[in-house]
């Protein structure tokens, strides 16, 4: 059976139909992930479902330990990603409760570990295209089959936050043609793209950036309700899209870092093939 890793925040995790199966407090070489994995069967499909921000929302997206994550959910045998995140609108024809399909990505983020390789340990993986297009071509399918209303394409720029971007920056992000703003997908997508896992995620609209002048000032309480809406179009397209995901895997995510690894291997210590063997064990 596929599995199929899915990540998000807390509310994406009731979702009807789950047969929650088994939780998984996972160690490793990284720190600990956001929170234990809970494992289950939806639609007939092998799931493990990760909040991000942990139960609770207690990670503020600088403090997620991306690397511990993604190398959790490898362990587990994952070999595909389906993400969501609420992010803010750069564009005036992409509306609060509007969902976008990304697929591409700028970073503008300043302290996060962003890769798997370091200490003696040199790799190269390409990332022209961030997000897996067999795996997002699906989602998009999905989600014009429940009927929202779906942008089949955008760039996301990933700021560090905690706190949102001045007028200004806003302002400059819209010159570089960016689509939607928010805090956590970049490394996700990133760290994917090494450990060989296909990713890709739904940027879910709450509201428009700050750079929207002539827009009124939205609220906490009518955030939330949109996020809320978000969240219930969100479950819906997973259980739409899991059905459809092909068991066998024919992108080059599968073997992205096939010629990649220029560390000769009598120049990797022991240690550290043992350490990052879920993610190099067949190539070192």
């Not at 979702?15 to 007939?44: Q, R, Y």
């Not at 609108?89 to 990505?105: A, K, L, N, T, Y």
């Not at 996020?227 to 397209?237: D, G, H, L, Q, T």
Request: proline share 4%; aromatic share 8%.
């Amino acid at each position: 059976m596929s599995s199929i890793g899915i990540i998000g925040g807390s509310g994406l995790y009731d979702i009807e139909g789950l047969s929650v199966t088994n939780e998984h407090k996972i160690k490793t070489p990284f720190g600990d992930p956001s929170d234990v994995i809970i494992e289950g069967e939806l639609e007939g499909v092998r799931v493990f479902f990760l909040p991000r921000h942990g139960r609770g929302h207690v990670y503020h997206p600088h403090e997620i330990n991306y690397r511990a994550n993604i190398f959790a959910l490898k362990s587990l045998g994952v070999e595909r990603i389906v993400a969501a995140s609420a992010v803010g609108s750069m564009r005036e024809e992409i509306h609060p409760g509007d969902i976008v399909i990304v697929d591409q990505f700028i970073d503008r983020t300043k302290m996060r570990h962003q890769t798997f390789f370091e200490k003696g340990f040199v790799a190269h993986v390409p990332f022209a295209d961030p997000v897996c297009p067999h795996l997002t071509s699906k989602l998009i399918e999905a989600g014009k089959a429940t009927g929202v209303k779906i942008h089949t394409s955008g760039t996301y720029v990933c700021i560090e936050g905690p706190m949102f971007s001045t007028r200004a920056e806003s302002n400059v992000y819209r010159s570089w043609d960016a689509t939607v703003i928010g805090m956590t997908n970049y490394q996700e997508a990133k760290l994917a793209r090494e450990a060989e896992i296909c990713y890709s995620t739904m940027a879910l609209v709450t509201d428009y950036d700050c750079w929207h002048e002539s827009e009124e000032d939205v609220d906490i309480a009518q955030i939330v309700e949109t996020m809320n809406n978000n969240i219930f179009k969100a479950k819906n397209i997973i259980k739409k899209v899991l059905p459809t995901i092909d068991a066998q895997r024919s992108c080059h995510c599968a073997d992205a870092l096939k010629g990649g690894i220029l560390t000769k291997p009598d120049h990797i210590c022991t240690e550290t093939k043992k350490k990052l063997a879920p993610i190099v064990g067949k190539y070192v």
